[in-house]
């Protein structure tokens, strides 16, 4: 689970952001992407996003063999 990541389409939902050595990167999917392609062949990602909440929203990866 990664806290306070961007959610596509929702500009609205606030999310982290940082400089690394002196690159600006936000937290997304795609700042992760690779890295859990490293460790999972196969997964689902589900945004939670409380409703009528304005802060922040989670992203679950979840690997396919633990949903059946």
Do not use: W
């Not at 596509?8 to 859990?36: A, H, M, N, W």
């Not at 990602?45 to 909440?53: A, E, R, S």
């Amino acid at each position: 689970m990664i806290d306070d990541i961007k959610v596509p389409l929702r500009p609205e939902i606030r999310y982290d952001c940082y400089t690394i050595d002196g690159v600006f990167q936000e937290c997304s999917y795609e700042y992760v992407e690779k890295e859990l392609a490293e460790v999972f062949s196969d997964y689902n990602l589900y945004y939670l996003i409380v409703k009528g909440d304005h802060g922040g929203a989670q992203l679950l990866i979840v690997p396919k063999c633990f949903e059946n």
